[in-house]
C-alpha cells in the first residue's frame, strides 16, 4: 500500500474534523479506525429495531461556536441541522417550572413566573458574562500559549468587563459559590448549576466558576441536532474526507505506533495490517496513545508527565429508551404524549437544587452511584422523526454521578440494570407515564463506554476538566501544542485543548499546528 501524508488513529469527530482540514489542503489522509463504524463518541446506530441510538454524545451546542460546518461544507456531505428551541426544561417537585430559551427575554418570562427577582438577575448575569465567555470561545479556537491565554483571558476578559477585578475574583470561585451568590431562588440556581455540572468538575471545585460564566453563550449558539442522529455529523466528515481523496479503514484496532529513526513511519494494527504514513495523528485518549508506542520511542520524562494526567473514576451513564411515548411532565402536561409540546425539543432537567447536586456528588466521592442522580432527559424524536417508527419515540436518560470504580467491590456488569431503574424511577417522579412506556433499552455505564467508545473509566471528557488539566497543561505542558514527543507524532481529541464535548476545536487546532510544521 502506498505512503499516505497522515495516517489518523481513530474516527472520532475531532480527529475526522483535523483529517478533513487536511485532506482539503490537499494532503492525502489514511484515517483507521477499530469500531466497524466511524464517529468515536460521535455515532447513531441502530440498536432497538427502528429506533436510532446516539452510543454518545447528543446534543450539539458548542460546535455552533466555530466555523467547522461551513469550513468543510459539511452540508454538501449530508449534515443536515435542526435548530431546536426551547433549550433547556426544568420541572420541579413543587409543580412549577424554568424555560430556557433561545430568547432571553423570553427565558426571563419564564423565570419571572417562580421568582421575579432572579428574573432581572438573570438578564443581569448574560449581560455581564456573555463578553468574557466569548473571550473563552477566542481561546478555546487556537493552539494554547501562555501569551495567547494571557491576552485572551486576562487582558481581553478585563477590557470588556464592566468591573474587571470581580471578573478575576469570580473566576477563581466554584460555580456553586457563583451562581449561589449571583442567584436567589434554588430552582434557578439548579438550571445554571446543572448545565455547568455537565463538564465533570464538581460544584465546589475552585476555579470552576468559568463554568457557570459560559451559561450566557447558549443563547449565542442554541442547541442543534443533525436529522438522523448525533452521527450524522461524523457520517458527514466521513464522506468529505473520501471526496477529498482520503481513505478511511473500519475494524482495524491500531496496536502500536510504528517508529523508525526517531520519527512515525505509520501503524500496525492488531490483525497485522500495517498502513504507512510520513506523519501520525492520534485522536485515540493520550493514555491509551502511549499505550500505541514503545518504550524506547518516547522520552521517560514525558511518558510520567502524562501518566500522572488524571482519568478520574468516570462520573456519568447513560440510558438509551426506545418508547412509545414522550415523558408526561407533571409541571407540564402534554395532551397528546405521541406528539409532545414545545419543552421536548429542550434538554429536560431532573435536578431541583444545587443541594440536590451537592448529594448526587458526596455518593460518588464515596465510591457508590449517586441514589438521587441529577438526570438530563433527551427527547430529540419530537423534532426528528427518523430516529423512531411514526407515533413512537426515543428518550436518552444522562445521569450523574456514577463512579467507574465502585468502593463495594461491585462490578457494572452485576448492577447496571439496577441503577438504570434507579435512574427511570426519579425520572417518573416528575413524568409518572414513563416507566409504562418503556419498549426496549441499551444501558451504558461506566464499564460500557470504556469498552464500546474507548472513554477510558467511563470518563467521557477523557481527562477530568479541571483547571489544573487545562490549556497548556492538556494533556500536559509539552504536549499541549498537538505534537507529540516523535518527530512526525501528532494528539488531537478530547485528551487535548480545548477537552470533550462536540465541538471540533481539538481537531481544527491540530490541523492548523500541522499545516504550519509543513509550510516551515
Request: proline share 6%; hydrophobic share 40%; charged share 20%.
Amino acid at each position: 500500500m502506498s505512503e499516505a501524508d497522515f495516517v489518523v488513529v481513530g474516527a472520532g469527530h475531532n480527529a475526522l474534523v483535523c483529517a478533513g482540514y487536511l485532506a482539503k489542503a490537499g494532503r492525502s489522509v489514511h484515517v483507521v479506525e477499530r469500531r466497524p463504524i466511524v464517529g468515536g463518541a460521535v455515532v447513531t446506530e441502530e440498536i432497538v429495531p427502528g429506533f436510532k441510538f446516539d452510543l454518545g454524545g447528543s446534543a450539539h451546542i458548542l460546535i455552533n461556536h466555530t466555523p467547522i460546518v461551513a469550513d468543510l461544507e459539511l452540508n454538501q456531505y449530508g449534515l443536515d441541522y435542526i435548530d431546536l428551541d426551547p433549550l433547556f426544561f426544568a420541572p420541579f417537585p413543587d409543580g412549577s417550572h424554568i424555560t430556557i430559551w433561545r430568547d432571553v427575554e423570553q427565558t426571563c418570562e419564564s423565570i419571572a413566573r417562580v421568582s421575579e427577582r432572579d428574573a432581572a438577575a438573570y438578564r443581569k448575569f448574560v449581560r455581564k458574562w456573555t463578553p468574557v465567555a466569548e473571550t473563552f470561545v477566542d481561546a478555546f479556537m487556537n493552539p494554547p500559549t501562555l501569551g495567547r491565554l494571557a491576552k485572551s483571558l486576562v487582558f481581553d476578559s478585563m477590557a470588556r468587563s464592566e468591573r474587571a477585578w470581580e471578573t478575576c475574583r469570580d473566576a477563581l470561585l466554584s460555580y456553586d459559590a457563583l451562581i449561589r451568590r449571583s442567584f436567589h431562588d434554588p430552582r434557578v440556581q439548579a438550571v445554571i448549576g446543572w448545565m455547568a455540572a455537565q463538564s465533570g468538575p464538581p460544584p465546589h471545585e475552585a476555579v470552576s466558576g468559568p463554568l457557570a460564566m459560559w451559561h450566557p453563550l447558549y443563547h449565542q449558539s442554541g442547541m442543534k441536532r443533525p436529522r438522523g442522529g448525533s452521527g450524522m455529523l461524523t457520517q458527514a466528515l466521513a464522506r468529505m474526507i473520501e471526496a477529498h481523496g482520503g481513505i478511511i479503514t473500519t475494524d482495524a484496532p491500531v496496536e502500536e505506533i510504528l517508529v523508525a529513526g526517531g520519527r512515525t513511519t505509520g501503524v500496525r494494527c492488531v490483525d497485522g495490517r500495517e498502513f504507512r504514513g510520513r506523519h501520525v495523528v492520534s485522536g485515540a485518549h493520550i493514555h491509551t496513545t502511549l499505550g500505541m508506542l514503545s518504550k524506547d520511542s518516547v522520552p521517560a520524562a514525558f511518558r510520567r508527565k502524562v501518566q500522572k494526567r488524571r482519568i478520574g473514576n468516570g462520573f456519568g451513564m447513560v440510558v438509551r429508551f426506545a418508547m412509545e411515548e414522550l415523558p408526561n411532565y407533571t409541571a407540564l402536561p402534554t395532551p397528546d404524549t405521541t406528539i409532545g409540546g414545545a419543552h421536548h425539543h429542550a434538554l429536560q432537567f431532573v435536578c431541583p437544587s444545587m443541594d440536590y447536586l451537592d448529594r448526587a456528588f458526596a455518593d460518588f466521592q464515596a465510591g457508590r452511584p449517586s441514589r438521587d442522580p441529577a438526570l438530563l432527559a433527551m427527547t430529540f424524536s419530537k423534532a426528528d422523526p427518523t430516529l423512531a417508527p411514526t407515533g413512537k419515540h426515543t428518550l436518552f436518560l444522562w445521569g450523574q454521578y456514577y463512579p467507574y470504580e465502585l468502593a463495594n467491590g461491585e462490578n457494572w456488569d452485576d448492577i447496571g440494570n439496577r441503577e438504570a431503574d434507579i435512574m427511570l424511577d426519579r425520572l417518573a417522579d416528575y413524568a409518572p407515564n414513563v416507566k409504562s412506556a418503556v419498549i426496549d433499552r441499551l444501558v451504558e455505564t461506566p464499564l460500557f463506554l470504556e469498552r464500546e467508545l474507548g472513554l477510558l473509566r467511563g470518563n467521557v471528557m477523557h481527562l477530568e476538566m479541571s483547571s489544573d488539566q487545562m490549556f497548556f497543561r492538556r494533556p500536559a505542558y509539552g504536549a499541549h501544542q498537538y505534537r507529540g514527543p516523535v518527530s512526525g507524532l501528532y494528539f488531537t481529541g478530547a485528551s487535548t485543548h480545548p477537552g470533550g464535548g462536540i465541538m471540533g476545536a481539538a481537531g481544527r487546532n491540530a490541523s492548523q499546528v500541522i499545516l504550519a510544521d509543513l509550510a516551515g
